[in-house]
């Protein structure tokens, strides 16, 4: 079994920062990809950032703004989000491609969730 950790939402003003953290532990034989997923209210769950280690991508409202890192020592990736607006307001969610054997299948796990809010 695999657990993804969030942290690092929070309350910010339109124009401010924040760094999301998003560790995995448990049973992991290897990483394909970890990303970041957000969900506003009334609204589907959509792509933020995703990193797989050959190649990153970004959603098109966060370029030039948010920026995505991987830590693969620690089995953590990092969301670096800056000049935030009232519109990224959502719950962020990270999550990872995961395989726990060589040779097995790689599963998706997902994290709990954190409330990022920017005030305008």
Same mark, same amino acid.
């Given at each position: 079994?695999?657990?993804?950790?969030?942290?690092?939402?929070?309350?910010?003003?339109?124009?401010?920062?924040?760094?999301?953290?998003?560790?995995?532990?448990?049973?992991?034989?290897?990483?394909?990809?970890?990303?970041?997923?957000?969900?506003?209210?009334?609204?589907?769950?959509?792509?933020?950032?995703?990193?797989?280690?050959?190649?990153?991508?970004?959603?098109?409202? &966060?370029?030039?703004?948010?920026?995505?890192?991987?830590?693969?020592?620690?089995?953590?990736?990092?969301?670096?989000?800056?000049?935030?607006?009232?519109?990224?307001?959502?719950? $962020? $969610?990270?999550?990872?491609?995961?395989?726990?054997?060589?040779?097995?299948?790689?599963?998706?796990?997902?994290?709990?969730?954190?409330? &990022?809010?920017?005030?305008?």
């Amino acid at each position: 079994q695999v657990q993804l950790v969030e942290s690092g939402g929070g309350l910010v003003q339109a124009g401010g920062s924040l760094r999301l953290s998003c560790a995995a532990s448990g049973t992991i034989f290897s990483i394909n990809a970890m990303g970041w997923y957000r969900q506003a209210p009334g609204k589907q769950r959509e792509l933020v950032a995703i990193s797989s280690g050959i190649s990153t991508n970004y959603a098109d409202s &966060v370029k030039g703004r948010f920026t995505i890192t991987r830590d693969n020592a620690k089995n953590t990736v990092y969301l670096e989000m800056s000049s935030l607006k009232p519109e990224d307001t959502a719950v $962020y $969610y990270c999550k990872a491609l995961v395989s726990t054997a060589q040779d097995s299948p790689i599963y998706q796990y997902w994290g709990q969730g954190t409330q &990022v809010t920017v005030s305008s």
